[in-house]
């Protein structure tokens, strides 16, 4: 990965994706929910989440991922077939795209994560007031990494990455963050 920007301003096509996942979500929330990954080619998103049992991380795989397909296009077609979930799993194809590895701790209360679209800057998943947060680095800022944007392009029909955005909230501030980290 290149030299990361110290700070970002998302682009009005990254801005549109962020409010219609949190339009979703203030309906629709989604329990345990650490990371989503919007992209500018559709408003479907790719989510990780952490789910607690008994306040406590699994053991072995503290991660799930999977496709919330809330594009109006993609609903509309799930609905027409009967199909009532926006929860759709991951083809073997996307899981290695979306790839992630999970370290867990011995406490079930920490785990390092490594997303393959971070692969340089692993990430710690806390259980935190109960509620499982990735933390990372955000512009030079410890923060809860919460959203990633994918600025990609097609060629041949297969997309390529040209920068992410990672998005979160500087700890203890809670001030919002974004970088820009092109590829």
Request: aromatic share 8%; charged share 20%.
């Amino acid at each position: 990965m290149a030299q990361a920007a110290a700070a970002a301003t998302l682009p009005p096509t990254a801005i549109a994706r962020q409010t219609h996942l949190n339009d979703y979500l203030a309906k629709r929330p989604l329990p345990c929910l650490v990371l989503a990954i919007t992209r500018n080619t559709n408003n479907n998103v790719v989510c990780f989440h952490a789910p607690l049992t008994n306040g406590r991380l699994h053991a072995t795989t503290p991660v799930h991922s999977c496709w919330l397909e809330i594009d109006p296009e993609f609903m509309k077609r799930a609905r027409a077939k009967g199909r009532t979930s926006d929860i759709v799993e991951l083809t073997c194809y996307e899981r290695m795209a979306f790839g992630f590895t999970t370290k867990p701790h011995a406490s079930q209360t920490e785990a390092t994560v490594t997303f393959g679209v971070l692969a340089k800057r692993p990430l710690r998943l806390r259980v935190m007031d109960g509620t499982p947060r990735l933390v990372g680095t955000i512009g030079g800022h410890t923060a809860i990494v919460s959203r990633i944007h994918a600025d990609s392009y097609s060629r041949w029909g297969i997309p390529h990455v040209k920068g992410i955005y990672i998005m979160g909230f500087a700890t203890p501030s809670g001030r919002p963050v974004i970088e820009y980290v092109p590829r």
